[in-house]
């Protein structure tokens, strides 16, 4: 009996798991902004406590962490436009590069084929078939949102950012009573259960702060390489370096394949793949060397886990998912004591990492 009744609760456990991440799938437009609030909120803590320690109110604090995210935010928007707009700029001669490659290894693709008596009947028809492919017009064109689409989506974006303002300002305003709530609830119902959700806090924050410190050197770096390169733009391709590496492996990737992007509109020959293979350089020696040093030996997370658990996240909410996922997944690892404590660094986790 006690194993038919373990083996009821494991089955409880995992439909309530499953139907929870259903309902989050479900609800994205809602709660991915509230949990990016709360991850924000997180990393806000040591600014909230030093404020407070300063004197200023839980209402002061909060409304400052606020408004200082929604400057950041529109700050970011700022730079990025000029970006957006150039790579639409620049779209049409990428394209048309583009086209030229595929049709000169395609061209050597027939020739090989051609040396071969049994298929020549086969490839003679290749040539037809990419002839009337190429006839086709509709592959010339971009088609960008117009501005009635971008009228139909103001609304849900416009929802979205006051979801994630008001659940970041409430967090920040009272996430203490919010600790003190959830620890009476916990199994146990004793003081050492909201400590536990404060070290938690402390440790994603300082997580955070790290990884924020390493990518605005890499940022830096990738900005100062593109300058020296003569790319146009530099300094905002470096802060897109830098806000995508918080993307993990993913991220990268993707600056991977927008240098090469950028590299066909601007260069020619063989220094179009040049900016991206030197970005490429700098972030393995990052994710190599830099990062273990900083973040591994603090935070200990098994590789493993964390690929999972971006994998996850990206699946469930897309990148904003995977932004998040390395978070949740370290505060949960925490609450669980699956991390190795430092209690007499407790009072310098707010002040930030140190150096190794």
């Known amino acids: 009996m006690d194993r038919l009744e373990k083996t009821g609760h494991v089955a409880m456990i995992a439909v309530g798991v499953i139907a929870t991440f259903a309902a989050l799938d479900t609800l994205e437009s809602i709660a991915a902004p509230a949990v990016l609030a709360l991850v924000t909120g997180i990393v ?3 600014l909230s406590n030093f404020g407070e320690r300063r004197g200023l109110s839980p209402l002061s604090s909060a409304l400052i962490g606020l408004m200082g ?30 086209q030229d490659a595929i049709e000169f290894v395609q061209g050597l693709v027939r020739g090989l084929e051609e040396t071969r008596g049994e298929v020549e009947k086969a ?12 006839d086709a017009p509709a592959d010339d064109s971009f088609d960008l ?8 989506l103001a ?21 203490q009573e919010l600790y ?22 402390r440790l994603v924050s300082r997580y955070f702060i790290t990884v924020a ?17 003569g790319m146009p733009g530099a300094l905002s391709l470096g802060l897109v370096a830098f806000l995508l590496n918080f993307l993990l492996y993913l991220g990268p990737a993707i600056f991977f394949c927008a240098l090469l992007f950028a590299g066909i509109g601007v260069y020619d020959g063989a220094m179009v793949v040049v900016p991206a293979f030197t970005f490429l350089a700098l972030n393995a ?37 995977g932004i998040v996922a390395i978070p949740i997944a370290l505060w949960i690892l925490v609450l669980a004591g699956a991390l190795p404590r430092e209690p007499q660094a407790e009072p310098d986790m707010i002040q930030g990492p140190r150096a190794p």
Request: aromatic letters at 8%; proline letters at 7%; charged letters at 10%.
């Open 44 to 46: 806000l803590s040591p």
């Open 69 to 98: 995210t929604l400057v950041v935010l529109a700050v970011l928007a700022l730079i990025f436009q000029p970006v957006i707009t150039q790579m639409v700029e620049q779209a049409p001669k990428v394209w048309t590069d583009m």
């Open 123 to 134: 490839v003679a028809a290749e040539p037809n078939a990419t002839s009337a492919g190429q």
């Open 145 to 152: 949102p117009s501005i009635s689409d971008a009228l139909l």
């Open 155 to 175: 609304p849900a974006i416009l929802s979205q950012v006051l979801i994630f303002a008001g659940v970041l300002f409430f967090f920040l305003l009272t996430r």
């Open 180 to 201: 003190e709530w959830i620890a009476n609830i916990l199994p146990g119902r004793d003081a050492k259960s909201a400590i536990s959700l404060r070290e938690a806090e």
């Open 213 to 229: 410190l390493i990518n605005g050197v890499l940022g830096i770096t990738t900005a100062a390489m593109l300058q020296l390169y």
């Open 285 to 321: 020696t990052e994710g190599q060397f830099v990062t273990p040093a900083l973040v591994g030996r603090h935070m200990q997370l098994n590789p493993l886990l964390v690929f999972l658990a971006l994998v996850f996240g990206i699946w469930l909410w897309g990148p904003l998912g």
